[in-house]
């Protein structure tokens, strides 16, 4: 059974960077490409961006400037970066993997982690 | 970017009536890479419905998507106490992919 346990800080200040990290447990890592996806509060979701097991990534044009995703394939994990942090990147954090390894299923997210709320506030 | 809008914002129903939901997209897309979410308070999305209409594993028949182009539907037949969430679509097929805003089944 596949899970994802993920963690990083929670309490930003404006302009400081956030770091989430997702471990992947229990499945293969290589083959897929893994997703973060975030929800301000109250709000609908957003796609941040993807990395594949080789480091390949794929960005949400509206993040690409401040987003850096990596991938340690040692420890079946990938990591998220994004700096220049504002009020308006308070969310819900997910990392989220999908059905399968196949192009055609990429981005339909079936194994979701817990979540980590990030608040930015000075 | 291929903007979904989700109507209605919320929907008032009771136990056991059915619930349609529209997911309205702002351009054509593909029904393979149409999805739907359920999500309840405080946790992650769960996958209901991919390809707009394949029930992912362990999804009761209840639940049922169809739908072309640019106008989805998602079905629940017979509302469940546990079927009371916010619902989302997805779409994979312009770049970025994007949500719709949600729908959410409350009780009436």
């Known amino acids: 059974q596949v899970h994802l346990q993920q963690w990083g800080a929670g309490l930003l200040k404006p302009s400081e960077t956030l770091s989430l990290t997702c471990a992947v447990y229990g499945g293969s890592f290589n083959g897929y490409y893994w997703s973060w996806i975030r929800q301000p509060p109250g709000k609908g979701l957003e796609w941040i961006g993807e990395?594949?097991?080789?480091?390949?990534?794929n960005y949400n044009p509206s993040l690409k400037s401040r987003v850096n995703i990596s991938v340690d394939t040692s420890k079946n994990q990938f990591s998220l970066n994004l700096i220049s942090m504002t009020a308006a990147d308070t969310a819900v954090y997910y990392c989220?993997?999908?059905?399968?390894?196949?192009?055609?299923?990429?981005?339909?997210?079936?194994?979701w982690g817990q979540g980590t709320m990030v608040t930015v506030s000075s | 970017e291929i903007v979904l809008t989700q109507s209605p914002g919320t929907l008032s129903l009771s136990p056991g009536e059915r619930a349609t939901l529209s997911c309205r997209a702002s351009q054509s897309v593909s029904s393979t890479y149409l999805v739907w979410y359920q999500q309840k308070p405080g946790q992650a999305p769960r996958l209901l419905i991919y390809?707009?209409?394949s029930r992912a594993t362990g999804i009761p028949d209840r639940f049922s998507g169809s739908g072309s182009g640019t106008d989805f539907t998602l079905t629940i037949s017979r509302l469940e106490p546990e079927d009371f969430a916010v619902y989302y679509c997805?779409?994979?097929?312009?770049?970025?992919?994007?949500f719709g805003g949600g729908t959410k089944v409350e009780v009436k």
């Open positions: 997805q779409q994979y097929g312009g770049s970025p992919l994007t």
């Open positions: 990395i594949n097991y080789r480091g390949g990534t």
């Open positions: 989220a993997r999908p059905l399968d390894s196949s192009t055609w299923y990429r981005y339909v997210f079936d194994i």
């Open positions: 390809g707009a209409s």
